[in-house]
């Protein structure tokens, strides 16, 4: 079991930067790859960012590619998420997922949630 906790999130005016943090509970987290997702309001819940357990692989939604930058820390059992140049479409509640395989966290299958954090982005 990995319980993981997603903080940083808050309201940021467009175009300033924001860093996203996921801290897992336990050092098995190291093992795991993680993905990025977000949920804006009446939509489905879409892939932003994956990183494998030692970053070797990372995958980015064509939507965040060269704005955002996902990479973790595994001796802080943390993944981050930094969201550069933000938009008001990047306003939603963020969700980090963490899994054994990284398929399950590009496709949020089989994967371990956080509870989210909201970001709004000001226009």
């Known amino acids: 079991q990995v319980q993981l906790v997603e903080s940083g999130g808050g309201l940021v005016q467009a175009g300033a930067s924001l860093r996203l943090s996921c801290a897992a509970s336990t050092r098995t987290f190291r093992t795991y790859a993680v993905g990025w997702f977000r949920q804006a309001p009446g939509k489905d819940r879409d892939f932003v960012a994956a990183i494998s357990w030692g970053g070797g692989s990372i995958d980015y939604a064509d939507s965040v590619k060269g704005r955002f930058t996902i990479s973790r820390d595994n001796a802080k059992n943390t993944a981050y998420l930094q969201m550069n140049s933000p938009n008001a479409e990047d306003t939603a509640v963020y969700y980090c997922?963490?899994?054994?395989?990284?398929?399950?966290?590009?496709?949020?299958?089989?994967?371990?949630w956080g509870q989210g954090t909201q970001v709004t982005v000001s226009s």
């Open positions: 997922a963490a899994a054994p395989a990284y398929s399950s966290v590009v496709t949020g299958k089989g994967s371990y």
